[in-house]
């Protein structure tokens, strides 16, 4: 059997940030990212669009021999995992897994919050999913979730505006509608794989008494506990430690950016999913 490396997802940078958790907690296994950031962002496309841009790039990492394929995308988990595990792995030959991360995150809500009220920012395509309020209220009847799409917050990250005036004056103004809807929330999920990288004003524009729950972590321990409970997915991972970065941009542009999400230095390969 030939082992291949563990195929990680997001539309463009996000998933970086989920990847370093990755590393972190499990730095034996190999990784192949993949970034579509010509098409990025999915945030505000079409479930359609979103659905078929996802499985491209499914379909793509598994060409590539990947049999374990994350999407470390909050709006491709919400809106086409589903679909892509109900409809298209079923008729595959291997024996293949994709996974989202919208379930673990939700997993570890229940643990967290006190109060029982939870906030949650995330883009227009996940919060009109409403795949959150599903994945929660499964696990956690209990929970009084409050949303709000912030669709601002992606394209000043990727625009490396994250510390400026605007981004200040656009995430108090989405936090200022979401706790004035429900003072009572304890926990806010930031369940967008952009977003950490806006903590310092997240932070500055939430009260104080409020956790503020990142997925990286939260993700990688909910993997290395998958793998555990799946020897048979698990062997199927190739186990060099090493990464490889694809984009379907231009390899200098992915670079450069890609130092704002990463601590590494990163060099990628200009790849083509199929519809470009
Ligand atoms: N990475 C996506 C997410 O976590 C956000 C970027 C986008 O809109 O494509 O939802």
Request: with cysteine.
């Amino acid at each position: 059997m030939n082992a291949k490396p563990i195929g990680v997802f997001d539309s463009g940078y996000g998933g970086l940030t989920i990847l370093e958790e990755f590393r972190r907690k499990l730095p034996q296994y190999d990784y192949l990212y993949l970034g579509d950031n010509a098409r990025t962002p999915y945030g505000n496309r079409s479930f359609e669009l979103v659905n078929q841009f996802t499985l491209e790039a499914v379909q793509y990492l598994f060409r590539q021999g990947c049999r374990l394929v994350i999407l470390a995308c909050n709006t491709a988990s919400a809106k086409a995992l589903r679909n892509i595990q109900q409809q298209y792995l079923p008729g595959l030959e291997h024996n293949s897994r994709v996974l989202g991360i919208l379930r673990p995150t939700a997993e570890a809500l229940g643990l967290l919050t006190k109060s029982r009220h939870v906030g949650l920012v995330g883009t227009q395509g996940t919060v009109q999913s409403g795949s959150y309020p599903i994945e929660i209220h499964k696990l956690f009847p209990d929970i009084q979730l409050e949303s709000e799409a912030c669709p601002m917050w992606v394209p000043l990250v990727e625009n490396g505006e994250h510390n400026s005036p605007g981004a200040s004056y656009f995430v108090k103004k989405d936090l200022d509608r979401l706790f004035e809807r429900d003072p009572l929330i304890d926990t806010l999920v930031l369940a967008c794989t952009h977003y950490p990288l806006l903590m310092h004003q997240i932070r500055r524009h939430s009260p104080p008494e409020v956790q503020i729950i990142t997925q990286g972590k939260l993700v990688a321990d909910s993997l290395d506990d998958y793998l555990i409970r799946h020897p048979e997915i698990e062997e199927l991972c190739s186990k060099g430690g090493s990464c490889r970065y694809l984009t379907t941009e231009a390899e200098d542009k992915f670079q450069e950016m890609a130092s704002v999400f990463s601590l590494t230095s990163i060099k990628a390969q200009q790849v083509h999913l199929n519809s470009l």
